[in-house]
């Protein structure tokens, strides 16, 4: 097995773990890093969670998550969310930029307001030291859950801001069937706030949100897509983040155990 | 209403309508064009669905489909499916590339499959005077159906060839996400083999296939659109093609009146 030193799990990929079982298991586990929820941050204390991560030598690898721009106070809740991460020392919050409204069929009007919507919250992210991470989503949530769609689409919002402000999240299974993934990528350089892994497999369950699986089970060949962030000069944390009904009803010391064996796929 | 000259009914909206009772409520409905499917006209018979329609003064606007490159007998299959639209005077062959093998992970080599597949197929369909039509199916379908997700990778291989030819399908349902949707269809001028629309609705039902909305159900501004398309130059035939199992459940000739009502939405 490789090394783990890049390594961060999820918590998501384990949510059934209440936060000091999740700790401790990727403490026992070797497990360096750990991307944190708010809501499950807000429910054990966020003083409390970065207490917790800090004595166990833990680092939060990134807050999952603000955006969802065209919600009501969206506004404060994304400045409370910068500053939820710098109390974690979260190096980046993850931005899912929201959908569509209800209703609503204006696709560009909506892409715009994120590029706005990012734009307030930049001096407060950057006096925070938290760095912004547009995340484009599955085209197949684009209507319900995030109008940033391509990895492109992102950098076209990132680059109108300095890079250390705001950056974009790769995630594998969002990004892997784009014809323009590789170019994309390199054009990325300096702007990726964080890779995360997990694998497209077939069919999808009927909640689309739960369709993903352990990196090696489906059709996305990792390697040369990780080869590719290392050359656009990233060499930070790799999540490996699941949402997997069958995933989540296995025992978390086994999901981890499992993560960990698929790692040298990875590549990392 | 608008004026339907355009307007064709995919049979696939329609698809518990055996054969000649579409052909029959289309011309009740005043609906001139209608899209069939392989499938249907090879239980009908080819001869006899080709003399149907024609009998009916209904034209074929296309025939799905060929494509599936990865399948065995893939070669021959395309053939055939080219000499039936032949037959059935259908100008228009509408190409689902197909996805991975199973347990395949090489999406560029799969890709090159489909250019190369095209390729071998052109002087047999030039001949036979049908365009084959090349189909970028939504990425969420990357994986298991159709490894060309953009119109833009549709074009990077229609344009390989003539543009009588080889051309692509505008599909609503397919690309309305795309950032590059409007760049797109303009680059697409003289290409465009077919327009169909449907519309896209929250949320997806567990079979993925059958998540599509009569216009005006979704989120899709159809407007524009067309009148991209139109800005393309292209005035041909417009088809709604819906999979929807409670559409299905619906009488058809209800169906076909829904369609007919929500035409002028589309803007053609």
């Known amino acids: 097995m490789r090394q783990l030193e890049r390594f961060s799990l999820n918590h998501a990929t384990t949510k059934n773990w209440p936060l000091p079982q999740a700790v401790a298991g990727c403490v026992a586990a070797g497990v360096p890093g750990i991307g944190l929820w708010r809501e499950e941050v807000a429910a054990f204390g966020l003083d409390r969670t970065a207490k917790l991560v800090r004595d166990a030598g833990l680092r939060v690898t990134s807050l999952c998550r603000g955006g969802f721009f065209g919600a009501d106070g969206w ?133 689309m949100l739960l369709g993903r699986g352990h990196v090696g089970d489906g059709h996305i060949e990792f390697a040369p897509i990780t080869d590719a962030v290392r050359a656009a000069g990233y060499d930070g944390w790799v999540e490996v983040e699941i949402f997997n009904q069958s995933i989540w009803d296995t025992p978390p010391d086994q999901t981890v155990a499992t993560v960990k064996s698929r790692w040298p796929l990875v590549g990392a």
Chains 1, 2 share one sequence.
């Not at 076209?156 to 590789?182: C, M, N, Q, S």
Request: hydrophobic share 50%.
């Open 75 to 207: 506004f404060d809740d994304n400045r409370h969310a910068i500053d939820e991460a710098a109390t974690l020392s979260a190096p980046v919050l993850v931005l899912v930029s929201g959908g569509l409204p209800a209703g609503g069929r204006d696709v560009d009007a909506a892409r715009r307001r994120v590029a706005d919507a990012i734009g307030t919250l930049v001096p407060h992210a950057s006096a925070a030291g938290v760095m912004l991470a547009v995340e484009p989503l599955h085209p197949m949530f684009c209507a319900d859950r995030c109008v940033v769609a391509t990895l492109g689409q992102a950098l076209d919002i990132a680059e109108r801001f300095p890079p250390k402000a705001v950056g974009v999240v790769v995630d594998t299974y969002h990004i892997w069937w784009d014809p323009a993934l590789f170019e994309q990528i390199a054009r990325a350089a300096g702007r990726i706030s964080i890779y995360q892994v997990c694998d497209w497999v077939v069919p999808l369950p009927e909640d």
